[in-house]
């Protein structure tokens, strides 16, 4: 394995790991002021369903640039669903904060 293979896959194993451990923290905290509420839930719910919309667009967007004939590697086009998804996820719930 070469260097930069080595300091990727410690990215993903950081990334993953701080992903975790916030995940956890902010649902802890959250739940020591009564914050896991029927309107969390609510938004949570809503705000996945809305991500998965918006990545279903994505997908077909990608699709679309295929036929047409442009080559996209399977690592692009993860990386690109995968940041749309998470994008798309974190406007959603900023929006549903808002709105209920």
């Known amino acids: ?20 451990f916030g995940l956890w923290w902010g649902r802890k905290k959250a ?19 809305n991500a998965w919309k918006i990545t279903l ?11 047409l004939g442009l080559e996209l590697a399977a690592v692009e086009v993860l990386g690109t ?5 998470l994008v798309g996820w974190a406007i959603s719930m900023v929006y549903y904060n808002f709105k209920l």
């Open 57 to 67: 667009v994505a997908m077909y967007i990608e699709f679309i640039f295929v036929i």
């Open 1 to 20: 394995m070469e260097w930069d293979q080595l300091l990727g896959l410690l990215g993903l194993l950081l990334g993953l790991t701080g992903g975790l």
């Open 31 to 49: 739940a020591e002021n009564r914050g896991l509420d029927e309107r969390y839930t609510s938004i949570t719910t809503k705000a996945f369903a």
């Open 81 to 85: 669903l995968m940041i749309i998804h």
